[in-house]
């Protein structure tokens, strides 16, 4: 099965970007987790962003997500302001966190089949669950699955709506080699079908594997953005990475 999960029509192109931030401020008991954030993601490309803990990447996705009104600056998906947005749109985002976030008692079957129902034209539960090799552990509750099998369900889940804007929290944690291949292909599918891709990542080979532009942030800033190509301008990532943030220091 290939990009046929998720193709549909779409407004956003390379062109305009799916994705931006702009100046974006935002402040938790008088420490600024973000300082002036700025930088965007277009349709059809993985953006990766990539910094040491704290630097600020699951800030900004909460406040793309609706999730945290920003304190200044500007969010825009799609076009729009995520913050107290409509269900119409928030059915053409999705979000995977690391953790999950799924219920704990359902099996894998049964919550893609209760997500799908959610959506008019959803992608097939079956055929998700095939790929990603839950029908290996489809009998099983998620609270007795491993840190590994309730990713593969987090992606699943994340990818029943067919979202025009995909946001990824660390997706290939916990996962073994061959399902992480998995995952990056259908990433990749994905992209090539017009789905803007926002991965958050730790992984040096994850986002030279499948990325197209990166972000490295440090200290709620930017400190680079990009394609890779510019960003890493014939060095190595991991050059690039150590010689921008704290973990270099």
């Not at 008692?105 to 090799?133: E, I, K, N, S, V």
Request: aromatic residues 4%.
């Amino acid at each position: 099965m290939g990009s046929e999960m998720c193709i549909r029509d779409r407004t956003y192109t390379a062109l305009v970007p799916a994705v931006e931030v702009r100046d974006l401020v935002k402040s938790y008991a008088g420490i600024r987790a973000l300082d002036g954030v700025t930088w965007s993601a277009g349709a059809g490309r993985v953006t990766a962003i990539l910094g040491p803990n704290g630097a600020g990447k699951s800030t900004t996705i909460e406040c793309l997500q609706g999730l945290q009104q920003p304190d200044a600056g500007s969010a825009r998906v799609l076009g729009t302001d995520p913050w107290g947005a409509d269900a119409e749109h928030r059915a053409k985002v999705a979000l995977m966190l690391q953790d999950g976030g799924l219920p704990s008692m359902a099996t894998p079957p049964a919550l893609l089949a209760h997500l799908a129902a959610m959506y008019a034209a959803p992608a097939d539960p079956r055929q998700l669950a095939a790929r990603l090799g839950i029908d290996a552990f489809s009998r099983t509750i998620m609270r007795r699955l491993s840190g590994g099998q309730r990713q593969r369900v987090a992606l699943a889940a994340a990818l029943i709506g067919r979202p025009d804007v995909l946001f990824l929290d660390e997706p290939t944690s916990g996962l073994d080699p061959h399902t992480r291949l998995e995952v990056w292909d259908i990433v990749r599918e994905h992209a090539d079908a017009g789905v803007a891709v926002v991965l958050a990542t730790h992984s040096f080979e994850e986002a030279d594997r499948i990325a197209d532009d990166l972000v490295i942030m440090d200290c709620g800033r930017v400190q680079a953005s990009g394609t890779r190509t510019a960003v890493t301008s014939g060095a190595s990532l991991e050059e690039v990475y150590f010689a921008l943030t704290a973990g270099g220091r």
